[in-house]
């Protein structure tokens, strides 16, 4: 597990790895390259490593990788390495460290942030971990799931389900995302208000260490005060401090019973209002609250007819709440049953649906998922994932739309998300079809109404998308010059040589 | 807040304080102390901070804060320092790195590990967060609470009540432990099955860090993916990383409902079958589980027989389980009692009680809180606060068990604890009452029984104590070196100069 000393995690040297004592020269682009000779040599010892067919270096093959798959971003490595073991892991990243080869650890490649995209100068490898992708080991009696960072979300789903258990983590990617790439973002989604974020679902990690070496944190227990919780600083470090190689996952029992309604809500503080009484009235068994304003209703109603909308209520909000629990069925449904009747009764909503059936549930489910496909056709928009207490939702929505609509009168928001959470998917687009370059040029200033009224009611400019290379610049901008610092102190602590996805969150140097 | 670079948090220079730089000089006992003069400013500008008034320095004042409740653990310190708000404890903490005096950080001094009571030969001072304790906004439509580090345990649980929620946090020590202990050692207590230890209750943290500057970290927000979770950094981090001094902390809806039951189970693995089996059908309704040995039982009739055993079954060991919700009342109760029908039926319960009335769920509750005073009674024991997965809780309990009784025919456990969490309190004592002499020079021998079978079937050797200076050598015995390394990295870069909570967690140099 390499000869290094503990002294040497902690060597203060430059992060910049575009040194002088660095085998790289510059291209005609000022983009750094390895001399050939080096390079040679180091993908003759990647291969030794991993096997040459899984040591991808041409063109065709390393593609898929080298951009995310919005498009939008776009690197460059000298290869595509797909390790089949965390020995291996760590052999390449002591390879790497010693060439001074920078680390881009991808999974899935679905993330939403560019983190797992090359980026900058600096000669790099991919490790794509999509071979490590074994579910090692169920125990149904301890509620946990032992798996490699490379499997899928849906087969820990699927084989948590065949033990009988729930693994409740559920995002729109989950068929294609990886658990690794889910425990370096702290994926959230749709179940977060009752199970929290992946860092919530995870009970223990194993990491190849910056220094190439592994450690082994893989345990399955709800209660360990053992020193720091090192588990804490690797999940949503994003690949920057190390490389996520399997964890240890917290099952829960399956929901036997579901009921889902929908309301029709005159804005948000009448969502807010019927979300409190939800929890006053059912608690943890709310598992689901998702908020959809009237344009994201519209969208979805204009660009995907195929979609019913259960409720016609052209100016209103909708609100999906769904309860489940292991049993209950019946005073589930009842207690559902009144607080919808209430919330006619006092305002909260002007019409509400309660699903008599499976079928229906997944009808009022539909609406909800097809928002962000019903936007993406409607064009460019200027996308914000952020989160806010949620007695501030009402706040930064009224005030964020005013601002932007004074600005420019053809401009509009569509704003849905995890009320529960307080976190919105908050959109700012155009009337106008034709103005996309436009919007491109205001997004500066769009930027500064979103981030400074997020800022001023104390939000986070990422509630679960994460920094990525997306928010570096924003991420300084936002963060106190103490936190910069704690987190920089981190980073050289666990990444001296800055090696491990350079570019992404802390933009150092 | 300090005029100190970003870089200073990263020197690297040894963490002992007690090298030639330092104004010390060592008494007749090795032990180092200030040179006169210098304590002397640095006393005077201590008070010019704080107010003379608190600025403890005679015997009498600062004897209750230089040792632990229990009286295993003494120490020393120039003085016991009370600030009054977060810009103080700044200022002291500059001061002190100034002097290079190190810091132990107070809550309610409760402790069960000496976290809180100065250690070694350094200078330091107590810094008692007592005078703190503001509770400093309830926001009920976001569920959160903003309180001061000093502030009871029992008083936020208070303010949570009077808003209509529940700050669920519960243990023994709640009407004098404080929420920046709490905080400091990740707290566990009977609650941790539904709503986690207190790591899953804080969103957000005011922390003073080791260089004297404030983190304004108090963020109320569900999610955040904004860089490292620093907030988790400092959680468990027992006062050797910084100081805590506010944090949000999350409400719950309150519990209407609540059904209480008893079961007298044969073994360990009829109590975890049975366990798995509430959880199927209560799912996250089950709210406490809670198991208690025969033995632990037994020392409750024998020392304390004013406390009513509900179920007389004098060979059995008793599982504890509560549902609670906001409503669900008659289900729940159905529910539960189908659940002890079917555990009688499966020969899983021998006998089996649900309560009727709060009086006798309270009458359960009690038999469960009487175990640790009843122990205490019976005179000394070498105690064990250790989780386990829980399908190895009966391995653990069984070898250990025979081990122990092999070497030492006179030797017998007392097991009690949250078997819902895999938290065992083991606790392990003689028949023999005359024996405490040898029971404490039999303990290295019964520590390596213990913590070797806690080790090999991945326990920990710590589940809800924390590390403080009584298993800073155990932790050493039993984590890997990589993970060592990796813990000390953290502790050098933010705390470089080694002055906060020295001998504690980490035991250095």
Redesign the interface.
């Known amino acids: 597990?390499g000869a290094d000393s503990?002294r040497t995690?902690?060597r203060?040297d430059a992060l910049r790895i575009a040194d002088n004592r660095l085998p790289v020269e510059l291209n005609s682009r000022g983009e750094a390259i390895m001399e050939s000779e080096a390079r040679h040599d180091f993908l003759h010892q990647c291969r030794a490593i991993v096997g040459a067919s899984h040591a991808l270096t041409n063109a065709y093959d390393t593609a898929p990788y080298l951009k995310d798959w919005s498009g939008r971003y776009q690197g460059q490595a000298l290869a595509v390495i797909r390790p089949g073991s965390t020995e291996q892991v760590a052999e390449l990243v002591r390879l790497c460290r010693a060439h001074r080869v920078a680390i881009v650890p991808q999974g899935g490649n679905t993330g939403l942030a560019g983190g797992a995209t090359p980026h900058g100068a600096a000669p790099c490898v991919v490790i794509q971990l999509g071979r490590m992708n074994k579910l090692r080991k169920v125990?149904?009696?301890?509620?946990?799931i032992t798996v490699e960072a490379g499997a899928l979300l849906a087969d820990v789903q699927a084989a948590a389900h065949a033990a009988?258990r729930l693994f409740p983590l559920s995002l729109a990617a989950e068929g294609t995302c990886t658990v690794g790439g889910n425990l370096a973002?702290?994926a959230?989604g749709t179940a977060?208000?009752?199970y929290?974020?992946m860092?919530?679902l995870c009970l223990g990690l194993e990491v190849v260490?910056a220094d190439g070496?592994?450690?082994?944190?893989?345990?399955?227990?709800?209660?360990?005060?053992?020193?720091?919780?090192?588990r804490?600083?690797y999940?949503?470090?994003e690949g920057t401090?190390g490389i996520i190689t399997a964890a240890v996952l917290a099952l829960?029992?399956?929901?036997g019973c579901k009921v889902t309604c929908l309301a029709a809500v005159p804005g948000i503080t009448e969502a807010?209002t019927l979300l409190?009484a939800a929890?006053?009235?059912?608690?943890?068994?709310l598992t689901a609250a998702e908020l959809m304003s009237s344009a994201a209703l519209a969208a979805v109603a204009q660009e995907m007819p195929q979609v019913r909308l259960p409720l016609a209520q052209p100016r209103a909000w909708m609100l999906l709440m769904e309860l489940s629990?292991?049993?209950?069925q019946?005073?589930?449904r009842q207690?559902i049953e009144a607080l919808m009747a209430q919330a006619i009764e006092r305002g909260l909503a002007t019409d509400v649906a309660v699903a008599a059936s499976l079928q229906q549930a997944q009808d009022f489910w539909a609406v909800r998922e097809a928002v962000p496909e019903a936007q993406a056709r409607q064009g460019f928009a200027i996308r914000y994932d952020i989160?806010?207490?949620?007695?501030?939702l009402r706040r930064f929505v009224d005030e964020s739309d005013a601002q932007v609509a004074s600005l420019w009168p053809d401009m509009y928001t569509v704003t849905f998300g995890?009320i529960?959470?307080?976190?919105l998917h908050y959109n700012v687009r155009s009337t106008s079809s034709s103005s996309q370059n436009e919007l491109v040029q205001r997004r500066e200033k769009v930027d500064r109404i979103v981030y400074d009224l997020v800022q001023s009611v104390?939000?986070?400019?990422?509630?679960?998308?994460?920094?990525g290379q997306a928010?570096c610049h924003e991420?300084r901008a936002?963060?106190?010059?103490?936190?910069m610092?704690?987190?920089?102190?981190?980073?050289?602590?666990?990444d001296p040589d800055g090696l491990m996805n350079p570019g992404k969150?802390?933009s150092l140097g």
Chains 1, 2 share one sequence.
């Open positions: 597990m503990p995690l902690q203060l125990d149904a009696v301890n509620n946990t009988g973002t702290n959230g977060v208000l009752r929290g974020n860092r919530n260490t070496r592994i450690w082994d944190g893989l345990r399955g227990l709800r209660k360990d005060n053992t020193g720091y919780s090192l804490d600083v999940v949503g470090s401090l829960f029992p399956e929901h807010t409190q929890q006053q009235r059912l608690g943890s068994n629990a292991s049993s209950f019946d005073e589930g207690q989160s806010l207490p949620i007695s501030e995890h529960g959470d307080g976190n104390g939000g986070s400019i990422s509630a679960e998308h994460g920094i928010k991420l936002h963060k106190s010059a103490v936190e610092d704690l987190m920089r102190s981190i980073k050289m602590a666990l969150v802390l």
